[in-house]
């Protein structure tokens, strides 16, 4: 077994061969993002949702603002000539407010319950045509969220991983296990404002960056308005 004194000549050595492997100060690579069209919630991420990854969008209670997150992504998605699906766990989407051309880049699955928006998003994972995935829980009964099984978010987690594709998942409190992402819309919105202000609706939102990384890193929070 080695002596405490031959570990630390191995360690300098290293230090000496290997100057870069061991430099706090060394810039690592840009991470690939899919921009929201929201600037507080892009900035906040760098750029936007880690590609390839799994993020959690909690919005508490009513006005929150979770919907004009979802309408500026799709937007967004169709404006850089990408497919988004959507899983909608309450077919709660306002389509009216969408114009045909952006929703020709939408896939929007209507779901009566939780249990069927997981299964429907199982299925969509399994498929290399839609990089972009969003399951919107938001508006689901706690009832139907409480009965999810904590098996659900690994298995949804690994065919996200081999497929590549991006996973946004919308809920009303933190309930995705192992998530890379999780960011908390953090006050309610004046909902006096008229539709034609979505922009400045986009400005309104609060974020808080309560978890990145992976599921072996520890979460800490970051607030942005």
């Given at each position: 077994?080695?002596?405490?004194a031959e570990i630390v000549d191995l360690?300098?050595?290293?230090?000496?061969?290997?100057?870069?492997?061991?430099?706090?100060?060394?810039?690592?690579?840009?991470?690939?993002?899919?921009?929201?069209?929201?600037?507080?919630?892009?900035?906040?991420?760098?750029?936007?949702?880690?590609?390839?990854?799994?993020?959690?969008?909690?919005?508490?209670?009513?006005?929150?603002?979770?919907?004009?997150?979802?309408?500026?992504?799709?937007?967004?998605?169709?404006?850089?000539?990408?497919?988004?699906?959507?899983?909608?766990?309450?077919?709660?989407?306002?389509?009216?407010?969408?114009?045909?051309?952006?929703?020709?880049?939408?896939?929007?699955?209507?779901?009566?319950?939780?249990?069927?928006?997981?299964?429907?998003?199982?299925?969509?994972?399994?498929?290399?045509?839609?990089?972009?995935?969003?399951?919107?829980?938001?508006?689901?009964?706690?009832?139907?969220?409480?009965?999810?099984?904590?098996?659900?978010?690994?298995?949804?987690?690994?065919?996200?991983?081999?497929?590549?594709?991006?996973?946004?998942?919308?809920?009303?409190?933190?309930?995705?296990?192992?998530?890379?992402?999780?960011i908390r819309l953090s006050r309610q919105?004046?909902?006096?404002?008229?539709?034609?202000?979505?922009?400045?609706?986009?400005?309104?939102?609060?974020?808080?960056?309560?978890?990145?990384?992976?599921?072996?890193?520890?979460?800490?929070?970051?607030?942005?308005?």
């Amino acid at each position: 077994m080695p002596t405490a004194a031959e570990i630390v000549d191995l360690r300098r050595l290293l230090t000496e061969r290997f100057p870069h492997a061991h430099s706090r100060g060394a810039v690592s690579a840009p991470r690939p993002a899919v921009p929201t069209g929201v600037p507080p919630l892009d900035a906040l991420l760098g750029g936007g949702l880690p590609r390839g990854e799994v993020t959690e969008l909690v919005g508490d209670g009513p006005g929150s603002g979770t919907a004009q997150v979802l309408h500026a992504l799709i937007r967004q998605t169709a404006l850089s000539g990408q497919f988004l699906a959507l899983v909608d766990g309450s077919d709660s989407l306002d389509v009216e407010r969408i114009d045909d051309e952006t929703l020709t880049r939408l896939l929007w699955v209507r779901c009566p319950s939780a249990g069927m928006a997981l299964k429907a998003a199982d299925i969509l994972l399994r498929d290399r045509n839609f990089p972009l995935v969003v399951l919107d829980l938001k508006l689901n009964p706690a009832a139907e969220l409480r009965g999810i099984r904590a098996s659900v978010w690994p298995r949804l987690d690994r065919l996200r991983e081999h497929q590549g594709t991006t996973l946004l998942v919308i809920t009303p409190q933190p309930l995705v296990s192992g998530v890379a992402v999780r960011i908390r819309l953090s006050r309610q919105l004046d909902l006096s404002m008229t539709r034609e202000d979505a922009g400045k609706i986009l400005w309104q939102l609060h974020f808080n960056l309560e978890r990145q990384g992976t599921s072996q890193t520890s979460p800490f929070t970051k607030q942005v308005a």
